[in-house]
């Protein structure tokens, strides 16, 4: 449920805050005040297109906030889990644009993508005006009208047909790929085997590559390695080197120990030094007498690793990337001298595939057709009561040529609002007034296949007035029951039926022109309920007739809630 709604510097609102009431929530005003601003400004905190020219004269940014109860909204909370927010029972959504056009959104004060502020607006508010009127017009809107009213057993019918759908086209993409091999085939096979030949024949090994790289540095690194090892050698062998040095140590160190056995431990170390140093000594003689550098292993270590620089050029940095290639190569090759039997097969998955498909398909129109009887007799129920005694509704489920994402069905809304019309789609014969109506019944019948908190109708009651603006009070009363509703209205029959009436005026202060929002009393209700019936012609008549209006709609809905 949405509880307050905070605009500032939003075209002509200036600052403005209102706190909404659970059920009917009315908004009224003269013409031009800004009632659609308001839902505007309200649409671009759930992620609707943001412009800055809705930017306040002499300002350099707009923002607007919305708080919303979400205690009895457990998908809202889980989305907040999915996105790791602190999960709270009040959610708080703001959004700010800048006068160059970039905004910033947050969520309980984390700062989010646009697509994540618009994943939460699905959950929480349903926006109902002329745009969304219009939309009943396209045929892809019936179908999903339609398959909504059919619940869970419509639900997993078309997630059925959507996997076995998916199954085909999978399945028709093999065939066809397969089928235009055909034609390469000669050409593919030779290019293959010879990628096949290339990477069995370079006989690549795991570690081979890093112990070559390994080589390959110690060669382009030899003079300096021989260097190093000859002085080391030096060192040790020449004359006054370490070991003369080490060995005259030794022998008098052991003409001591005849003579104090305590040098015994001493002497000892010193033996095992002068052993150690000469087992260097042999060590480094060796590695300066092998010829470890010589050039033919230099060629045969820098041919090898081209061979691998080539292999990893064209089939894949790692080895492997290049075995995944080796093998995929082998798959392909055999698959394309198999190409026959192969298409032969996938030919039998497709057809077994599109069996499956259609099987899933006709269970779905079987209802679509069960359910579209159905929803079509409810909405002529409800278009009874409101004021269109003799209108006619039909949904009609028709199949197309082919299968689509959805499906064999075409689903299209038939209506005739007179007796003896006959039955045409609804975009070619409902005016304004009855299509808000027809949208209005639909929206009741459907009420409990949806767990939107919040429902707001922008002046939906163009083109209605009477004693159908009566009956199409009393529907939204009927959905305030059912949850939260916002409605933007200039009849005074709806805006009776309000629980929380707002009222929404144009000021002038001599400079600036701003919007302002007024929760009204009961008395200041009488006024209004009184100025959008007779506008100026103010009467004790006309105020006991405002009382009446008010009177009766308490009545009703009383009545309507017991229901």
Known sequence: MLQSLH???????????????????????????????????????LGNRASSDYIRNGTDSFWVQAIFDISAMPKVKELLQVEGIDVEDELFLKRQVMANGKSQNTINGVQVPLAVLKSFAGYLVDIHGQHENQALLKIDSAITILDAFGGVPAKEALENYSVSYSQYLTALEKVEQLKGLDGDREYLLEKLNWEIKEITEANIVDDEEEALREEDKRIQNSEKILQSISAAYQGLDAERGSLEVLGNVKTNVANATRYDERLQVTLEGLESAWTILEDARHELSGYLEDNLYDEERVAEVRSRLDVYYKIHKKYGSTIEDVNEHLAAAILRCSELQDLEESLIKAEKDLSEKEAEMDVQGKKLTVIRTDNSKVLAEKIVEHMKDLAMPEGRFEIEVKQKERYGSTGIDE????????????????????????????ALALKTVLMDKYSIGTMVFDEIDTGVGGITAQKMAEKIAILSNKGQVLCITHLPQIAAFANQHIYIKKESDGERTKTNLEILSDKDRVSEIMRMTVGENISALAEANAKEQLDIASKIKKELKNK
């Open 7 to 45: 605009v500032h510097n939003f075209a002509l609102i200036e600052d403005a805050k209102v706190d909404f009431t659970q059920g009917f929530n009315v908004f009224t005003g003269e013409t031009g005040a800004g009632k659609s601003i308001l839902i505007d400004a309200f649409g671009m905190v």
């Open 411 to 438: 689903v299209q809304f038939l209506f005739s609002a007179n007796l003896g019309e006959a039955l045409l789609p609804l975009a070619k014969v409902a005016s304004g007034g009855e299509l808000s109506r027809v």
